[in-house]
Structures are given as structure tokens and as C-alpha cells.
């Protein structure tokens, strides 16, 4: 079990591009969590996504952002004309079902640097 | 929305000493608290979780409790290592919610 897979692990944007982050969940997990860590800070919950729906983005700012889980393929989420304020750590968990027994599994990361 | 907080923000404890690192919750619906680690510049992992159910659960030098009237869980490292050094994260999820709320982090050092 490869566990959950994101890339890339360093991302280095000027401002105004784009920036687009990959998240696979593990063998058999159909939920995906986003979360955004600013260096010395907590974790903080951007949006939770299943296969081809976006249950709760509660916490994705309301410009600039956006996240998808299409049927195929990996979670993205996506931060358009990036700030330097973007610089973060940038983690996908994923579980199997709600409520899960076992909690999250996170990926390893995407650090991304805007300059 | 769950509110969590965490105490302290730093703690230095000499090695094969106790550490104790503490929650509080807002929500009282809140019935799942996972306890993860983050050492520098890697992910967060679950080193333990506990149930609303029980008050208290153990994995070898690690425990945690939960108090559900005070609302407020508590993790315990006995006999620490060097190893245990890093940054701890309590967490708590609502029933019907399935995100996790964060607390803001224990940066623990264990000095040899």
C-alpha cells in the first residue's frame, strides 16, 4: 500500500501563476481532506471532497482556490494567481468512509514558495 | 464550529521524564480525538486516538484520557526519549462532521 501520494513535494510559483497540487488517496479511501499549514502554525481545514463532489469547503478562501476529485485521477486543488501569502505546507489526508475507524492517513506534502 | 485549544505551546522535559501535553474542545458533540506527530519538515502521523466512549486508552509508553463532562483529553509520554522530540497536534471531529479541528500544536523537546 503506497499510502497517500502527493506531488509535487516542492513548488516554487511567482506571483500571478498558477499552482496546481496532486493528491491520490490510498488504495480503497474514497475521502479526501485538504489542509493548509503555514510554517510554525497548526493545520488548518481548507475543503473535504469525495469522488466527484465537494462535501464541505468551509475553509477554502473564497477567491483564488478551488479543489476537484474527479472520478479518475488524483485530487487537485488548484490556487490561481498566487500571493506570497500562499507560502504553506500544503497537506492531503484521505480515509476510507465517514467517520472513520483508523482516522487520517496524510501524504507527505507539497511546499509550496511563492516569490 | 469545534473550537480546539492546546497546552502549552512549547515543553522541555528531560529525557525518561514525563511529558503531558493538554486539549480542550468546544463542541460536546465531538466524540473522536486523534493525537498526531510532526517532525521537522515531515507529515503529521497518528500515534493515537481515543473514542467518546472510553476514558482512557494506552499503547505502550503513550496514553491518552478524555474527559467528556470537562470536555478536555490529555496526552501522556512517559519514560521520553530524544526521539520523542517534535511537534504534537491534538485534534477532534464532530458526529456528522468529518473534518478533523486542529489544535495549535505542542513543540515538545526531550533534552538528553
Known amino acids: 500500500n503506497a499510502g497517500v501520494m502527493q506531488n509535487p513535494r516542492h513548488l516554487v510559483r511567482r506571483r500571478g501563476q498558477e499552482a496546481r497540487l496532486r493528491c491520490s488517496p490510498m488504495k480503497g479511501h474514497s475521502h479526501v481532506y485538504w489542509y493548509r499549514q503555514l510554517p510554525e502554525e497548526g493545520l488548518k481545514f481548507m475543503v473535504y471532497l469525495q469522488k466527484e463532489n465537494i462535501i464541505d469547503e468551509s475553509g477554502m478562501p473564497k477567491e483564488r482556490f478551488s479543489a476537484e476529485f474527479p472520478k479518475e485521477g488524483p485530487s487537485i486543488l488548484r490556487i490561481q494567481q498566487v500571493v506570497r501569502g500562499d507560502s504553506a505546507a500544503y497537506f492531503c489526508a484521505s480515509s476510507p468512509d465517514r467517520e472513520s475507524t483508523y482516522g487520517y492517513t496524510f501524504g507527505s506534502g507539497t511546499r509550496l514558495t511563492v516569490v | 464550529g469545534e473550537n480546539v485549544e492546546q497546552h502549552p505551546s512549547t515543553l522541555s522535559v528531560q529525557e525518561g521524564d514525563s511529558a503531558v501535553i493538554k486539549c480542550t474542545y468546544s463542541d460536546s458533540a465531538s466524540n473522536y480525538f486523534p493525537w498526531y506527530k510532526q517532525e521537522l519538515g515531515k507529515r503529521p502521523q497518528l500515534i493515537i486516538d481515543?473514542?467518546?466512549?472510553?476514558g482512557e486508552k494506552k499503547d505502550q509508553r503513550i496514553a491518552v484520557t478524555l474527559n467528556k463532562t470537562a470536555k478536555h483529553f490529555s496526552l501522556h509520554i512517559t519514560e521520553t526519549k530524544p526521539e520523542d522530540s517534535a511537534v504534537y497536534f491534538c485534534a477532534a471531529r464532530s458526529v456528522g462532521n468529518e473534518k478533523l479541528t486542529f489544535g495549535t500544536g505542542t513543540r515538545l523537546t526531550i533534552i538528553p
Open positions: 481515543i473514542r467518546s466512549n472510553v
